[in-house]
């Protein structure tokens, strides 16, 4: 019997832990011999786990209470949008959008402690892009004046990443990101063994009045954030704090200097 073809959606299934048992066997035995794309699948789980952590103290939070109270349809309205089948797909479509988009505000448009989102948003990059094993920069580190040109004139002032050689981190490359107020810039770093740091710089934490060198936990993503002039700095990683905080200490040192 000639086996059934793999396909893209089965590949997602499996990473999202969804696949019928049924396919199971056909898929591991394909992703045993395409270790490319088992290995960009285990990229697509981790960063789910990440996004997961990140997110849960999010989706454990009560409901405020002016969404408790909004009103319950009428009977008579709540037949007549069972019996329009049309109408009711657009009126989820629509309450979906509007989810998303009090989700994106929610994550992306300024607080009222800009200083305070920084270590959030900056790990919410580090788990999206550090699994990524194809594209994890937009600009690789073969072309570092080029990156650093191309994020100094986005963010409107001189950036160049800093040298991490010395802790044994390389960097990788960078990208730039879209913030509240304004683009951002993201340098990323691996060492020997695959472990990734990333540098989040945002001008949205200019004028905070927040300048001391500070930790957060964010899921299983730490983070060392400080507000130094025009731009808020964080440097993310899932190493150990002492280490992280180290690494995170030359960094600063290496931004003062220019």
Known sequence: MTPQPIHEDELQAWADQRLPAERQTQVESYLEQHPDTHARLQ????Q????????QP???EDIPEHLQELPRPAPLLRQRFLTWPWQSAAAVLLMLSGALAGWQAHTYLPSPNLAAALPRQAAIAHAVYTPEVRHP????ADQETHLAAWLSKRLGAPLRPPRLGAQGFELVGGRLLPGGQGPVALFMYQDGGGQRLTLYVSGEASGSGDTSFRFSREGDVSVFYWVDGRFGYALSGTLDKASLGTIATQVYQQLEAR
């Open 43 to 46: 990229a697509y789980q981790a």
């Open 137 to 140: 920069v937009e600009v690789g």
């Open 48 to 55: 789910n786990r990440a996004l997961q952590s990140l997110f």
């Open 58 to 60: 999010v989706l454990e």
